[in-house]
């Protein structure tokens, strides 16, 4: 299905890799290209999700400051960029 319908299938296989595909680099390069087709709220969440579980903090933490102005419009992003808000201040 990413093979044949990739766009509409990115965010899918990013969360599958995440979690019980056991790849989070692959996920969170899924996730990044994801959220350059389309920036919403769940996109932006995903991306930085993704990164954490990758443990790449300083991708989540530039994903952090750039998901900023959609997160003024969705409580679940606000409240995960509020969250995590401290994770970078502490680098």
Known sequence: LLQKHR???LDHAA???AGPG???PLASS???ENLALRQTPRAHALA???ALTA???SLACRLL???RPAAAHAVNLATLV???RARCAAR
């Open 7 to 9: 766009s509409a299938f």
């Open 15 to 17: 969360e599958f890799f």
């Open 22 to 24: 056991g790849d989070p």
């Open 30 to 32: 899924l996730a990044q």
């Open 48 to 50: 930085i999700e993704t």
């Open 55 to 57: 443990l790449d903090t």
């Open 65 to 67: 400051d750039a998901a």
């Open 82 to 84: 509020e969250r995590e």
